[in-house]
Nanobody, 124 residues
Framework: DVQLQASGGGLVQAGGSLRLSCAASGFTFDDYAIGWFRQAPGKEREVVSS????????YYEDSVKGRFTISSDHAKNTVYLQMNSLKPEDTAVYYC?????????????????WGQGTQVTVSS
């Protein structure tokens, strides 16, 4: 069975850091892109960052550039999202997803598999 297990969320003060993890199993990790999405209350889900495992190409949404870093551990089939300088507007449920299509480095692309969310709350 395909599984994407997101973890690492929590409550942090503005300016703080969190590292999210997305542990993947049940598919060929290197053939997929992994994306991190977030959805805040009353807002649409948005893609935050993605990494295409077969070529390492990256995408960051403008508001997180310079603050968030995505990385992939192929030995552990796990993708990390290091989030620094967190702001209250980063508060959301964060999800990871896996896709085998194209254009993930443009913030596009279809995702076939989704994990459960992990809550990130940034207090001011």
């Amino acid at each position: 069975d395909v599984q994407l297990q997101a973890s690492g969320g929590g409550l942090v003060q503005a300016g703080g850091s969190l590292r999210l993890s997305c542990a993947a199993s049940g598919f060929t990790f290197d053939d997929y892109a992994i994306g991190w999405f977030r959805q805040a209350p009353g807002k649409e889900r948005e893609v935050v960052s993605s990494i295409t495992n077969h070529d390492g190409s990256l995408y960051y949404e403008d508001s997180v550039k310079g603050r968030f870093t995505i990385s992939s551990d192929h030995a552990k089939n796990t993708v990390y999202l290091q989030m620094n300088s967190l702001k209250p507007e980063d508060t959301a449920v964060y999800y990871c997803a896996a896709g085998s299509g194209q254009n993930y480095d443009l913030g596009l692309g279809e995702y076939e598999y989704w994990g459960q969310g992990t809550q990130v709350t940034v207090s001011s």
